[in-house]
């Protein structure tokens, strides 16, 4: 998923400094979830169904895992945690792809704290009409970023209006 592109999570409770990225939290919290009983599905099966039943007076989930035409993995537990990842749309720019987590960004949350660090503000641009765009601009507003620049294709923004206007009143974008 897209935290494990990312090079440096300082803004994780408990995980500062360590070295190991987005890739070394996901190992760590793997493990550990493993360590008390968490199961993993491999990443080339699928859900075909997921029915709820009762077991020893218990509401439980089952989770039938396998490919489009065959079941070949049953799952039953209390609590089904979907984690279908997110793919961001890329720009096509030139070197984009050795730029991704260093100085191109797609998780403001993730990686907010970059353009800040040493008492460092950036400029930074936000690309994008939507509601993660905005959530990325008040975010890096918040955390004081000198200068946001919001770019995006369209005329009209598909995050609310109201989310819009408040973006619009802040002194840095």
Known sequence: GSLSGTSEIDNFPSFFGHSGGGQGWIDT???????????????????????????????LFEVHLG???????????????????????????????SLWGHSIHNCALCDGDVYVRNNS?????VIGGGDAAVEAIFLLHKLGVDTIHWIHRSEEYRASLLEVERVRHLTNV
Do not use: N
């Open 29 to 59: 919290t793997m493990e550990q979830a493993s360590f008390f009983g968490a199961q993993f599905a491999p990443p080339t099966l699928i859900a075909t169904e997921l029915v709820k039943t009762k077991v020893q007076q218990q509401d």
């Open 67 to 97: 490919t489009e035409t065959s079941t070949d993995l049953l799952v039953i537990g209390k609590t089904v945690i979907v984690a279908s990842g997110s793919v961001p749309r890329k720009l096509s720019l030139p070197h984009e792809t």
């Open 121 to 125: 503000k950036k400029s930074v641009a």
